[in-house]
């Protein structure tokens, strides 16, 4: 059973910065790549940010490309998401998504990914 456990949201003012983390257990971490999405009030989930299995590959939404980074650590089974000079439009429940394929491929669609954590709050204040 494949577990994801997200953390570091909170509340920011706008230009700050969080990192967020969500740690895997259940499978070998190295072979597949990670997401992240996030979902806002009233709207619907959004892909964010995602890598390849060995991390090596990246994709990012327009939104927050030069803005947040997807990174990972292998040997602690972690992957994270720093964000940096926040805006209010990224207040939203961030969520890390795992896929059941192990690929060298970059998914951004949430209909690829399996796994998912419980969630974390993000707010940033104007």
């Known amino acids: 059973q494949v577990q994801l456990v997200e953390s570091g949201g909170g509340l920011v003012q706008a230009g700050d910065s969080l990192r967020l983390s969500c740690a895997a257990s259940?499978?070998?971490?190295?072979?597949?790549?990670m997401g992240w999405f996030r979902q806002a009030p009233g709207k619907e989930r959004e892909f964010v940010a995602a890598?390849?299995?060995?991390?090596?590959?990246?994709y990012y939404a327009d939104s927050v490309k030069g803005r947040f980074t997807i990174s990972r650590n292998n040997a602690k089974n972690t992957v994270y998401l720093q964000m940096n000079s926040l805006k209010p439009e990224d207040t939203a429940v961030y969520y890390c998504a795992g896929p059941s394929m192990s690929t060298f491929a970059v998914f951004t669609t949430d209909t690829r990914y399996r796994y998912w954590g419980q969630g974390t709050q993000v707010t940033v204040s104007s």
């Open positions: 890598d390849n299995r060995s991390g090596g590959s990246t």
């Open positions: 259940g499978r070998t971490f190295s072979n597949y790549g």
